[in-house]
Each structure stands twice: as structure tokens, then as C-alpha cells.
């Protein structure tokens, strides 16, 4: 195990590539963050011995679940595999979660090793950066390297410590936390299906990449796991009883395997992103839900009642694959040790390419209001050709796609998800700054270059599923409206005025 734990920058440095280096070459750097959290742990352990909490099969429940700020529509499948049979490729190609049983991890000897115990022997004698919180919910996180967060309205909602800890310290309070005098949760009605989970006085958890030997020595066969064996992230993810993580998504195709207890995620397709509403992509909050679906706010964010997901429990051994772009929440029910493989997605490679592309193809030394034409014009050309190629090969798509002005129509929905309950609140402002400030200045042969660019960009987005492709589509908008303004305060003025 590592000291030091994978930090957000580290691993957006991994996933991508793209908007740094567009904007790096216009000399604004942007640090992007495509950040996953994945983390949680409940009640307490012996410290010496981890077992699985539950063991036992209740009924099977029935669906759909209704909650205040989500409805769960079904349980993630499960399927029952062989250790030698091949899954990555098969699971990433299928691109819907499931849970496996009896696959390679089922031979791991870390499944009957890894008590807390054992943990703590292989540890060094401090942890660096453990996330401490008196609250249970950690995120949404804040990446003070990204665009907005330049912006002084722009705060960080729900900060957490970090902390260095005497790992023995550490093992013990996660294995026999302090229970809350009270209980939020002991309320007449059902909130979540987390309800029964002991309240703590505080919580901790740690994550950070696996490179102890001897751990990673207890995790073999593993190369199965690696969709990219030269750019594979391997994590354990160790915390107590009711340890919540924050909605968000990961651009990179996921296994994650429950070593020890249980663990519980609640997953939201794609599609469901408008009813979470993300996070600006330059928000240092970028990759995680504006929504908190725990204190359901329906004035705020009524789209929540519309809100669905699935649901996937985890024991010991049992790998669940989550496909890029997929919306997870998670929940530690015991005291928790996990571990998880990301490799780098298609999707991911194919938006930085798309992102090179523009780099190569623009003029860096255009006026800055010829840049912000460029930028509008790109996307809107883009967004034109992608309709115009879903539209000839399904003629009843009743998406943007289908709207008489299908760029207006895109940028609108997407400020309305990112950035309108930013502006309400006061945290960016979407006000014009000068009467011409969209006013186009572009020659033909500006047109020219910008038509050639976004023909590329539409071929690498027309194929890619709606849920997906609207939210790098959005990526890129935004990435567009930072470098056509120069200025991250501008973005949103001119995604809400100049379309």
C-alpha cells in the first residue's frame, strides 16, 4: 500500500490529455480533472479478523424503489463466471455494469488474508492524507487547479480534511468508531436503503495506488483486469461503516472488487446525467453530480423525481464492472477494503484526439474576438453535422438532434444542466459583458479551416451512444468557450447568449 494516496490531479493527468493541451496552446493552462471517487465503509470490526458481515440471502427485493431523491429501477445482474474464462473485453464492448461471481478474483489469496490486521503490518508507521470528515458523505471534491476555480465566488460545498494518521490508529478507528449520540437517519419514513447503518462521530477512509509487493502479490492473476496493461490505474480503497461517496463518474472502464465486507453503489446511466446536474467540466468539482440525492433539494433540483438508477451489493469476491461515464454513489455497510482496476477508455482516447486535432488545426494568434467566433462556430457546425447524421440514420430521434436548430437547442440544455443553478445561486454570473460581445468576425477562409475541424469532431462523436456522446459533446463546448474568451468568467456568458 502506498503512503501516499492517488491524488485528483494525478489521476486527471492520466484521463486526460485534452483540454491542457488546447488551451496550453493559446498559453492558458488548464489542469482538466476527470476524477473518480470510490470509497466507503459501516459498522464496526474486529480489527484482527475481517469477515463478510452478512452471509445470509433475505428475499429477494422487489422494483421499482421509490426514494425522495431517486428511484432504484432494478438490481445490476449478476453472472456466474469462470476463472479462465476472458470478461474485460467482452463486459467493456457490452457497456452496461454487472456484478461476476467466480471470476479470477475468486482465487486471489487477499480474499483470505486481508484482515485489518494483516493490512496494518504491511503499512508504514503514518498514512499520509486520510479523508476525515464528522459527516459520512465525502464530495463533491475541489481541484483548485481547475479553470473556475480562479473565480472567488467559487467555493468548495462540502470541504474535508486530510489528515496523517498512525496506521495503527487508523485501524482501530475505523474497526470500532465512536457511534453518534443521535441519528439523522432514525427518522418515521425511509430515506435510502442505508437507513440501518450505525451513525459515527466521525469518518475516515484512505485510497491511493497499490504498490506494496507483497499486497499486489495477493492480487494475482490480475493482468485479465487490464484493458490497458500500459496505462492501468490499480487502487485499494480502505474505510469504516457508512463512508458515502459523493455521485460522480470515471471516464475509464472500471473493475472493482469487494475484498472484504460489503459495499453497495447505486449506478445512474448516462442518459440520467441532465437530472444530476453535472458540474461545469472547468469547475473544480467537474465529474460529480451538483445533486445531492441523500438531502433530495426538489426545489432546487426537481428533475431528481425523474431520477433512476441501479443497484448493485457486493460481497467478498464479487467484481463489478462499471462502463465509462457511468454514474456511481457508494456506500460502505461494514467496515471495508476494496480494490479496483481503471484503464484508460476508447472514449477518452478518442475526445483527446479530437481535442489534438482542434490544437493542430486553429490559429493560436487570431484576435481573441476572432477566437471566440471560432469557438462558437466550431461547435455550432459540429453539433449540425452530428444531427444531421443521427437524423438520416434514425428519422424519429426526438433529441436535440431533431430540433430545426439543433446547436441552439444543445448548448441551451446543457447550460440549464451545468450552469443554471450555478447562476442562480450566485456562484458564476452569466451576465454580457459588452453589447458586441457575440458578434461574429470570421473571413471565409476562417469558415474553411473551422468546417474541415468540426467534420473531424462529428465523425468522432455522430457514433457514440446519445448519453455519452452529449456529455463529451458538452466537454467540448465548454473547452471551446474557455479558449475562445481567454477568460473562464466569460464561459458562461457566452454558452447562455451567443447561440
Given amino acids: 500500500m502506498s503512503t501516499t494516496p492517488k491524488s485528483p490531479a494525478k489521476k486527471e493527468q492520466k484521463s486526460s490529455g485534452l483540454v491542457p493541451k488546447l488551451l496550453a496552446a493559446t498559453a492558458v493552462i488548464v489542469a482538466v480533472v476527470l476524477f473518480c471517487l470510490q470509497a466507503s465503509e459501516p459498522s464496526p470490526v474486529s480489527s484482527s479478523v475481517v469477515t ?8 429477494e427485493p422487489s422494483y421499482p424503489q421509490k426514494y425522495p431523491g431517486y428511484t432504484v429501477v432494478d438490481a445490476v445482474p449478476r453472472k456466474e463466471w469462470a476463472p479462465t474464462k476472458p470478461f474485460a473485453k467482452e463486459l467493456s464492448k457490452q ?12 482465487e486471489w489469496p487477499a480474499l483470505k488474508k486481508w484482515s485489518l490486521d494483516y493490512l496494518k503490518q504491511r503499512t508504514p508507521d503514518t498514512i499520509n492524507n486520510v479523508y476525515q470528515h464528522t459527516r459520512a458523505r465525502f464530495g463533491p471534491l475541489f481541484r483548485p487547479k481547475k479553470p473556475m476555480a480562479s473565480i472567488s465566488s467559487v467555493v468548495w460545498g462540502n470541504p474535508h480534511n486530510m489528515i496523517d494518521m498512525n496506521s495503527t490508529e487508523f485501524f482501530h478507528r475505523i474497526s470500532s468508531p465512536k457511534l453518534a449520540a443521535s441519528s439523522p437517519r ?18 475516515l477512509y484512505y485510497t ?19 484493458l490497458t496493461p500500459e496505462r492501468p490505474s490499480v487502487n485499494i480503497w480502505i474505510g469504516q461503516a457508512g463512508v458515502l461517496t459523493h455521485t460522480h463518474l470515471d471516464t475509464y472502464d472500471n473493475f472493482f472488487v469487494q475484498i472484504a465486507n460489503r459495499k453497495t453503489f447505486l449506478l445512474f446511466p448516462p442518459g440520467q446525467s441532465a437530472n444530476l446536474h453535472p458540474y461545469p467540466f472547468l469547475h473544480p468539482s467537474h465529474g460529480q453530480a451538483q445533486a445531492d440525492i441523500d438531502a433530495a433539494d426538489l426545489g432546487r433540483f426537481p428533475r431528481l423525481a425523474d431520477l433512476e438508477c441501479y443497484i448493485a451489493e457486493l460481497h467478498p469476491g464479487d467484481m463489478l464492472y462499471i462502463p465509462p461515464l457511468w454514474w ?27 481535442i489534438n486535432t482542434i490544437v493542430r488545426g486553429v490559429n493560436h494568434q487570431w484576435e481573441q474576438k476572432t477566437k471566440r467566433s471560432a469557438a462558437r462556430f466550431l461547435l455550432q457546425r459540429t453539433t449540425e453535422m452530428i444531427a444531421r447524421y443521427v437524423i438520416s440514420k434514425n428519422s424519429s430521434v426526438s433529441g436535440w438532434e431533431a430540433e430545426a436548430d439543433p446547436a441552439r437547442t444543445f448548448v441551451q440544455r446543457l447550460f440549464e444542466e451545468r450552469y443554471a443553478p450555478l447562476t442562480a445561486s450566485g456562484e458564476l454570473s452569466d451576465e454580457l459583458p459588452s453589447k458586441d460581445f457575440c458578434k461574429m468576425a470570421l473571413t471565409n477562409a476562417h469558415k474553411n479551416t473551422l468546417n474541415k475541424l468540426a467534420k473531424t469532431a462529428a465523425e468522432a462523436f455522430r457514433t457514440v451512444s446519445p448519453g455519452n456522446r452529449d456529455l463529451w459533446l458538452g466537454n ?24
Fill in 208 to 226: 491511493g495506488d497499490l504498490n506494496t509487493p507483497s499486497l499486489v502479490a495477493d492480487l494475482q492473476p490480475m493482468q485479465e483486469m487490464l
Fill in 328 to 354: 456511481h454513489y457508494v456506500v460502505a455497510l461494514d467496515t471495508s477494503v476494496s480494490v479496483n482496476v481503471w484503464s484508460v477508455s476508447q472514449q477518452q482516447d478518442a475526445f483527446d484526439s479530437v
Fill in 95 to 106: 457497456a452496461t455494469p454487472v456484478i461476476l461471481s467466480n471470476t479470477v478474483a475468486t
Fill in 476 to 499: 467540448l463546448a465548454e473547452s471551446l468557450a474557455y479558449w475562445g474568451n481567454g477568460d473562464v468568467s466569460l464561459a458562461a456568458p457566452l454558452l447562455k447568449h451567443c447561440f
Fill in 52 to 59: 463478510e458481515a452478512s452471509s445470509s440471502v433475505d428475499a
Fill in 186 to 203: 432514525s427518522q418515521s419514513r425511509r430515506v435510502s436503503p442505508f437507513d440501518s447503518i450505525p451513525v459515527a462521530e466521525e469518518y
